[in-house]
């Protein structure tokens, strides 16, 4: 194992070009109290890949639902505003471009499902008119066409009768069923990258299951790339591929799904898995992620033969003594690569100024050796 003192390795060479590249993104938002910006993205960086589905995970406000709305500039300016970074997709940069130019490219190339479908679907207009909408806004056919292709786009999500419920109402159709629309809304443009912010709250497990294993199956027959936002961390462990761990507006770890699972490296990331119940484990009472975070051990690098010294996990409440000298002026945080295929969020020390770390690019699938 890597210790800190030797320089960081290069991530393999990747075998796709990412669909879609994060870069130190920043995200604010005006406070209503006439006091300081409230910021609510701080410096997020990731990556998407073809046919790859990166889990962004973490606790309601750490940041997961702006960061997938800036993509598709769904963020209100004002009260927000995007203090820095870029997000390339395929190359170009979405915060630069127009409105007119996002027209083109949202609901079309980038399709998101969004978090809850009765508050997303119009409750006056029927199915069929929502759905055909999109269709006729982004692809070159006529109405009679893309009426077709909206009850085809019903039927691969698998809702019954999609020629009779494309004149239904969403107050007609059950949750799960109004998600189903949702996503065959989101994938009747044919899209990209696909992203999905809780596509099964409020669902019941035989539904969810259902629903991932629909996302899943289009997503292998459409080479579609997506970005799955969650809290739970079972769905993580049984459909993503990369896990990107958010806190606070930052990403504290990004890594392959086994080997986060297998090996948390940051306190944050320890905090959430000790906190879920396990049928191994009789416990009185589960452990919570403040109990983690505040005891001193936690904060070092666990697998690395013991306390790395110049790198130490960042969190902003850190306990007393963990805390690295830092320079005035200087932001405390920094993404690192701890290994070839893993990043933690440390503190930000002068041999983190010395040795820069590349941003975050895993190009890997679970079926990969």
Not at 230 to 257: F, K
Not at 271 to 285: M, Y
């Amino acid at each position: 194992m890597e210790s800190a003192a030797t320089p960081m390795m290069a991530a393999p060479s990747t075998r796709t070009k990412p669909i879609l590249e994060v870069a130190d993104l920043a995200v604010s938002f005006a406070n209503s109290a006439g006091g300081p910006r409230i910021q609510a993205v701080a410096g997020v960086s990731m990556t998407v890949h073809p046919n790859q589905t990166l889990a962004v995970v973490g606790e309601s406000g750490c940041g997961k639902s702006v960061t997938a709305m800036s993509t598709m500039q769904l963020i209100p300016r004002p009260p927000g505003r995007f203090d820095r970074g870029s997000i390339l997709f395929e190359g170009q940069d979405i915060l630069s471009f127009s409105e007119a130019e996002m027209l083109k490219v949202r609901g079309g190339k980038i399709a998101m499902i969004f978090q809850e479908p009765m508050t997303s679907l119009n409750p006056v207009y029927t199915i069929g008119d929502q759905i055909t909408e999109a269709i006729l806004l982004h692809q070159k056919v006529g109405a009679e066409k893309a009426w077709d292709i909206a009850v085809q786009a019903l039927k691969d999500v698998g809702i019954p009768r999609p020629e009779e419920r494309m004149k239904a109402y969403p107050h007609q159709f059950s949750g799960g069923m109004r998600q189903r629309v949702m996503i065959a809304m989101a994938l009747a443009c044919q899209p990209t990258l696909l992203l999905a912010d809780e596509p099964t709250t409020a669902l019941d497990v035989t539904i969810q299951a259902q629903i991932l294993e629909l996302l899943h199956e289009l997503q292998r027959t459409r080479g579609m790339g997506i970005m799955l936002i969650t809290h739970n961390l079972g769905v993580v462990a049984e459909n993503a591929d990369v896990v990107c761990v958010m806190y606070a507006g930052r990403v504290v770890e990004y890594a392959r799904v086994f080997e986060l699972f297998d090996r948390p490296l940051h306190p944050y990331t320890r905090g959430l898995f000790n906190s879920i119940p396990t049928l191994r484990d009789r416990k009185h009472r589960l452990t919570t992620v403040e109990e983690v975070v505040h005891d001193p051990e936690q904060f070092k690098l666990h697998g690395f033969g013991g306390a790395l010294g110049e790198l130490v996990p960042w969190w902003p409440d850190a306990p007393k003594g963990v805390r690295p000298a830092i320079a005035p002026g200087r932001d405390e945080y920094a993404l690192v690569q701890v290994e070839p295929t893993r990043w933690v969020g440390c503190f930000r020390s002068d041999w983190v100024e010395q040795n820069p770390s590349p941003r975050p690019d895993l190009d890997y699938r679970r079926g990969d050796a």
